[in-house]
């Protein structure tokens, strides 16, 4: 069997390493930094930025110029870093990166650093500040799962963006793109739903987010938890708040997707908690473009984000724009057929037969013919949508009115009124009030957010790393 340890030269220095570790991994094991823009341990390796170049001489002989990110260690390989064709091409590269981007801090400071003060070729926008790394796009696919952001077109004029340029329905608003960027490119806090400006009230707490009041409520409609999500929404659209609703319902077994509801009766007809991420927000822009500006949503806590942040940046496109976000309590959702399939080999029943589905103090509640059947939620990791584990957002901090279950007793929901939209809702809606435990809310908010910083605690070290490795290239020079 063929030895896993080689021996290559980097600078003059012998290092043992495993064959098929970066170069530029094993340079950093001796102390030797190579710039890179584009390459983070995390993640795979792209060699997009090409400014860690270096030369190396293979056993055979053969000279060449590659990318050390992404170019694996072998016996023999004798690798320079800071060779006169080294430093030429890491200068040209500088250049049309500095080029590109001429007012990017991080761009100029490294191009400086080999003799360059600007670039002598064609700047055509001096305010871009994408560098088409990929980090953006490879940190949503790879780490966080969903894929929001992604390249689109070829040549000069690629990009960073959502599918169609359009409002991504896959962003959970993490922050990951926004945390590797190496430029803090405008593009990328453009598509990202965690940039955006927070909600103000009265009472801001650090779980539970921005609110005016807080109690336990139901409704005389049969539904979720005392039905008063349903409740709000039939009481909103009678008094004119709006016009439409956007909601979620069940269509084949318990398949759902989201549906305009435009009277009473379509509301009842929605009622219930759906465990699943359903797109929401097409259905919010085909109404949007059919001229409809008084819309009402109902979404969990990424969906209420999203939806604000389409209503930030249409302000000035659409003054008009009136949505009233209705937020739903959620730790995680969960996929259709994985859920389907966790809940058949778990509980023995088939979840498109259920009358009724219910999360309440960690059980997932299935009622099939009448009887229930629960397992705790902790077992159906597997059906868990990709992205949640690094959402920390539970109580839905920019809905107007967050709605759930936690904190109240059976047969009640928690009420968040968390903008005076929210209280126009609550005014006039039938409701009787109950006790509610904000402590428990807050603790199970705590944790979510615990989750997702440890989940990308990981990240945010090798940052840290990257950044105190690039100090040391500025202080070291070519």
């Known amino acids: 069997m063929e030895s896993q340890e080689v021996t290559l030269t980097i600078d003059g220095v012998k290092v043992k390493t495993q064959r098929g570790t970066p170069v530029l991994e094993v340079a950093r094991q001796v102390g030797i930094e190579i710039p890179a823009l584009c390459y983070l341990r995390v993640l795979s390796p792209f060699g997009a930025c090409r400014v860690c170049s270096v030369e190396v001489t293979t056993p055979n002989g053969r000279k060449r110029i590659v990318t050390s990110c992404n170019y694996p260690a072998e016996d023999g390989l004798i690798v320079e870093t800071k060779s006169e064709r080294v430093v030429k091409v890491r200068r040209k590269i500088l250049e049309l990166l500095l080029a590109r981007c001429p007012k990017v801090p991080t761009i100029k400071n490294l191009a400086s650093l080999y003799g360059i003060k600007e670039s002598s070729l064609w700047i055509e926008n001096e305010s871009e500040d994408c560098i088409l790394c990929g980090l953006c796009v490879r940190v949503c696919a790879e780490l966080i799962g969903v894929s929001a952001i992604n390249f689109a077109n070829r040549g000069v004029k690629r990009v960073v963006t959502t599918p169609y340029d359009e ?139 999203a939806a604000r942040k389409i209503q930030q940046a249409l302000q000035q496109k659409c003054e008009d724009l009136d949505l009233t976000i209705i937020g739903l309590f959620c730790y995680e959702a969960f996929n259709y057929e994985n859920l389907r399939e966790e809940i058949r080999r778990i509980l023995g029943v088939d979840l498109d037969a259920s009358e009724k589905t219910q999360i309440r103090k960690g059980k997932f509640i299935v009622k099939v013919d009448g009887q229930e059947h629960s397992c705790r939620v902790k077992e159906l990791e597997n059906a868990i949508e990709k992205g949640c584990i690094y959402c920390g957002d539970f109580a839905a901090a ?39 435990n904000v402590e428990e809310i807050s603790r199970l908010s705590a944790l979510k957010k615990s989750r997702a910083k440890g989940n990308l605690a990981p990240l945010l070290r090798e940052i840290q790393l990257t950044r105190a490795a690039k100090r040391g290239v500025v202080g070291d020079g070519p």
């Open 167 to 305: 409002f991504s329905e896959d962003c959970i608003g993490c922050g990951a793109c926004a945390i590797v960027c190496p430029t803090g490119s405008k593009r990328v806090r453009t598509n990202n739903y965690s940039t955006m400006r927070p909600l103000t009230a009265p009472e801001k707490d650090e779980f539970l987010g921005a609110y005016i009041d807080i109690f336990s409520a139901k409704s005389s409609i049969d539904g979720q938890d005392g039905g008063v999500a349903t409740a709000l929404l039939v009481s909103g659209l009678k008094k004119g708040l709006f016009d439409k609703a956007i909601v979620v319902k069940r269509k084949s077994g318990y398949h759902a997707e989201a549906v305009v509801a435009e009277n009473p009766e379509d509301l009842i007809d929605a009622r219930g908690t759906k465990y699943l991420r359903v797109k929401i927000v097409p259905k919010l822009k085909e109404l949007i473009n059919r001229g409809e500006r008084k819309i009402a949503v109902v979404g969990t806590p990424c969906q209420a984000r």
């Open 398 to 436: 920019f809905a107007d009115v967050s709605v759930g279950a936690v904190g109240s007793q059976e047969g009640y929901s928690t009420v968040i009124i968390r903008t005076d939209k929210g209280k126009q809702l609550l005014e006039g809606a039938e409701l009787t009030f109950g006790q509610v």
